[in-house]
């Protein structure tokens, strides 16, 4: 596949008032130097021209803390579906052994710290 539009290339001079004549490199001498200012699109340099010492760094994934399951679970209160990546998913709201309210979690059904009393559920 061709580029659509290549460059950047200088401006000589305008020619008339609808046609430009730039200067090509190397790689364009084969081409005519005279084009129609229909053609040619403004060159805006970007950050990476300016300063190409500059390298951007790459984006870090987040860094997501594991925490370790507080315990069995003493009790489940409510259950709800979550649709996930186009599927349902259900979740109970847990309490922990030795946990207050403001401590309930929401569990996705197929998570292995689901244990009501040591026992799975």
């Known amino acids: ?12 001079k305008l020619i008339g008032k609808r046609e430009v004549e730039v200067k090509l490199t190397e ?16 060159y805006f340099q970007t950050e990476e021209d300016k ?4 390298k951007k760094n790459p984006t870090l994934p987040e860094i ?17 579906n979550i649709r996930v990546n186009g599927k349902d998913q ?16 929401w569990l996705a059904e197929d998570a292995k710290n689901i244990l009501i009393n040591d026992k799975p559920f």
């Open 64 to 80: 997501v803390e594991v925490e370790d399951s507080p315990g069995p679970v003493k009790k489940i209160f409510k259950e709800r």
């Open 90 to 105: 259900r979740h109970y709201l847990v309490r922990f052994n030795k946990q207050t309210a403001d401590k309930d979690k």
């Open 51 to 54: 300063f190409p010492s500059r």
């Open 27 to 42: 790689e364009f001498s084969w081409k005519h130097p005279v084009f129609l200012l229909s053609l040619v699109k403004p």
């Open 1 to 12: 596949m061709r580029d659509s539009f290549v460059g950047p290339f200088t401006i000589i």
